[in-house]
């Protein structure tokens, strides 16, 4: 009965007319066959209940085909799990198992499965919603004032409701597939180029690590004396080597370089976590580059892979040297996605370990909280990060949100995440790292509302779409940009080197 105590007013729904019509029919065939049988059982006639409801027959039956379905899927996933595990697929189908399963994990489906099974998940679902409420009118806000460059709008057409992450994020790099066959344009190159990212980052006024060198060319000996050089002029060790057409972290295709003057100095900064691999010596440096040049890195076990592999291919092989961010201390890093715009949260890959801070990573920061939270993959049972706090009330966040919703601003770009180092006593010090068109972190309830805002802003189109003439990666505002035109030279946000130098 509805509030008030008026008189209820119902309109039948399409569904309705189709059960009532289904359910004239089964009056006179489907029940009485079933009381038939069950007289032949030896039952009365009204002893059986009718297995679906009069009148309701077609929606009963869609039910139990929909919970059907999920049976054998999860039955199907478990099978495919066991051969897996014992190692009885082929290659190829392990490969596409690989990639199958990531979309798995993500999808709906699993969602409704975990829903279903855990309460646990349940709450973090309800959390996740309401966050996504409260967020999604700064989101639009923000949408409304951006200027999208438009081979980033040209993903559009391809933004369908309903579709997951890791969906939306395969249409955007077809969308970019589409764009090179038919325009020869190469905005991806942003991210699947290291050298041209490093390049836009520091044209642009964001506060990085410096670059020492680049390579863009390879010729042995020429190579050989450059890092002869470079070695016999570096002072600040190690010197961060990265390969600017292998983005993906699988290969470890970044490594850092100690002075082999000072013995095994490899430290932290050669954890496999970071993906540095230390080496001490310019021969050893070189055989490394060597190693990696004529590789075509693939994104063998993500969706966007048939689109986004040829378009690497297309990448200059190159190589590119960066000072560190904190000398021989692993920084500290925060991942960042921003929609439209707004930063919507930030994930820990670094915790501060090496200055004491936590031992534990990939807690998850929102910007409606005081608090870190670790969500299990699984279940989605989420627990609190006490450890990771101190990104929150040393006063990290501002300086973090603010340097990755610069960046998504001056690319002119829907969705991006943005890597922000940072240094545990010092928040002012923060600097981007590096970014990702394609992030592989997992999100729990929060990866179908991330897409929902992504493709609601497409769906709005309330941005102001810009044919910037060049390339995003080639869209240099200046080195003064950031400071003046983006944060007008707000100190309680600002790099102090930035503000020295540019206010």
Same mark, same amino acid.
């Given at each position: 009965?509805?509030?008030?105590?008026?008189?209820?007013?119902?309109?039948?729904?399409?569904?309705?007319?189709?059960?009532?019509?289904?359910?004239?029919?089964?009056?006179?065939?489907?029940?009485?066959?079933?009381?038939?049988?069950?007289?032949?059982?030896?039952?009365?006639?009204?002893?059986?209940?009718?297995?679906?409801?009069?009148?309701?027959?077609?929606?009963?039956?869609?039910?139990?085909?929909?919970?059907?379905?999920?049976?054998?899927?999860?039955?199907?996933?478990?099978?495919?799990?066991?051969?897996?595990?014992?190692?009885?697929?082929?290659?190829?189908?392990?490969?596409?198992?690989?990639?199958?399963?990531?979309?798995?994990?993500?999808?709906?489906?699993?969602?409704?499965?975990?829903?279903?099974?855990?309460?646990?998940?349940?709450?973090?679902?309800?959390?996740?919603?309401?966050?996504?409420?409260?967020?999604?009118?700064?989101?639009?806000?923000?949408?409304?004032?951006?200027?999208?460059?438009?081979?980033?709008?040209?993903?559009?057409?391809?933004?369908?409701?309903?579709?997951?992450?890791?969906?939306?994020?395969?249409?955007?790099?077809?969308?970019?597939?589409?764009?090179?066959?038919?325009?020869?344009?190469?905005?991806?190159?942003?991210?699947?180029?290291?050298? *041209?990212? %490093?390049? +836009?980052?520091?044209?642009? /006024?964001?506060? @990085?690590? $410096?670059?020492?060198?680049?390579?863009?060319? !390879?010729?042995?000996?020429?190579?050989?004396?450059?890092?002869?050089?470079?070695?016999?002029?570096?002072?600040?060790?190690?010197?961060?080597?990265?390969?600017?057409?292998?983005?993906?972290?699988?290969?470890?295709? *970044?490594? %850092?370089? +100690?002075?082999?003057?000072? /013995?095994?100095? @490899?430290? $932290?900064?050669?954890?496999?976590?970071?993906? !540095?691999?230390?080496?001490?010596?310019?021969?050893?440096?070189?055989?490394?580059?060597?190693?990696?040049?004529?590789?075509?890195?693939?994104?063998?076990?993500?969706?966007?892979?048939?689109?986004?592999?040829?378009?690497?291919?297309?990448?200059?092989?190159?190589?590119?040297?960066?000072?560190?961010?904190?000398?021989?201390?692993?920084?500290?890093?925060?991942?960042?996605?921003?929609?439209?715009?707004?930063?919507?949260?930030?994930?820990?890959?670094?915790?501060?370990?090496?200055?004491?801070?936590?031992?534990?990573?990939?807690?998850?920061?929102?910007?409606?909280?005081?608090?870190?939270?670790?969500?299990?993959?699984?279940?989605?049972?989420?627990?609190?990060?006490?450890?990771?706090?101190?990104?929150?009330?040393?006063?990290?966040?501002?300086?973090?949100?603010?340097?990755?919703?610069?960046?998504?601003?001056?690319?002119?770009?829907?969705?991006?995440?943005?890597?922000?180092?940072?240094?545990?006593?010092?928040?002012?010090?923060?600097?981007?790292?590096?970014?990702?068109?394609?992030?592989?972190?997992?999100?729990?309830?929060?990866?179908?509302?991330?897409?929902?805002?992504?493709?609601?802003?497409?769906?709005?189109?309330?941005?102001?779409?810009?044919?910037?003439?060049?390339?995003?990666?080639?869209?240099?505002?200046?080195?003064?940009?950031?400071?003046?035109?983006?944060?007008?030279?707000?100190?309680?946000?600002?790099?102090?080197?930035?503000?020295?130098?540019?206010?």
């Amino acid at each position: 009965m509805p509030i008030g105590g008026g008189k209820a007013k119902y309109t039948k729904s399409h569904e309705d007319e189709e059960d009532d019509v289904h359910g004239k029919d089964e009056d006179a065939s489907a029940i009485e066959v079933r009381t038939n049988a069950s007289l032949l059982a030896g039952g009365s006639e009204q002893e059986p209940a009718p297995a679906c409801p009069r009148g309701k027959l077609a929606r009963c039956l869609r039910e139990k085909r929909k919970r059907r379905g999920l049976c054998c899927c999860t039955l199907c996933s478990v099978v495919l799990l066991v051969l897996y595990s014992l190692g009885l697929l082929s290659s190829d189908a392990k490969r596409n198992f690989d990639l199958n399963w990531s979309q798995v994990q993500h999808g709906r489906m699993a969602k409704q499965l975990r829903l279903f099974l855990f309460q646990s998940a349940r709450e973090t679902e309800a959390d996740a919603k309401s966050y996504f409420e409260a967020q999604w009118p700064h989101i639009r806000e923000s949408a409304r004032t951006m200027s999208l460059a438009r081979p980033w709008a040209a993903s559009a057409p391809y933004m369908e409701a309903g579709s997951s992450w890791y969906q939306l994020l395969t249409m955007r790099a077809k969308a970019q597939k589409l764009n090179y066959d038919t325009q020869r344009w190469v905005d991806y190159q942003v991210e699947k180029d290291r050298c *041209a990212m %490093a390049i +836009f980052i520091e044209k642009n /006024g964001f506060p @990085s690590c $410096s670059l020492a060198a680049m390579w863009d060319s !390879y010729e042995h000996h020429t190579l050989e004396e450059g890092l002869a050089s470079l070695f016999a002029q570096t002072t600040e060790w190690p010197l961060i080597f990265k390969m600017c057409h292998i983005t993906m972290g699988g290969y470890k295709a *970044a490594w %850092a370089v +100690f002075d082999s003057s000072e /013995g095994d100095q @490899s430290g $932290s900064m050669g954890n496999e976590r970071l993906g !540095y691999t230390p080496t001490k010596s310019a021969q050893a440096t070189l055989r490394k580059v060597d190693e990696f040049w004529y590789i075509h890195g693939t994104d063998a076990d993500r969706p966007w892979r048939d689109y986004f592999d040829p378009l690497t291919d297309l990448v200059r092989p190159g190589v590119m040297v960066q000072r560190p961010f904190a000398g021989k201390t692993r920084p500290a890093e925060l991942k960042i996605e921003v929609l439209w715009g707004r930063a919507y949260l930030g994930i820990i890959t670094e915790n501060g370990i090496d200055w004491g801070k936590c031992d534990e990573r990939d807690g998850l920061v929102l910007r409606d909280t005081d608090v870190v939270r670790n969500i299990n993959e699984f279940t989605w049972e989420t627990t609190h990060h006490e450890c990771n706090e101190w990104i929150i009330k040393e006063g990290h966040l501002k300086y973090a949100w603010h340097l990755a919703e610069g960046f998504a601003k001056a690319a002119m770009i829907d969705a991006v995440r943005v890597d922000v180092f940072l240094h545990p006593g010092h928040p002012e010090l923060a600097m981007i790292n590096e970014i990702s068109l394609t992030t592989g972190h997992f999100y729990n309830a929060h990866h179908h509302y991330m897409a929902q805002a992504w493709q609601q802003g497409h769906q709005a189109k309330e941005y102001e779409t810009v044919d910037l003439g060049r390339s995003t990666h080639l869209h240099f505002r200046g080195p003064d940009w950031f400071a003046r035109n983006y944060s007008n030279c707000d100190a309680s946000v600002l790099h102090p080197k930035l503000l020295e130098m540019w206010c």
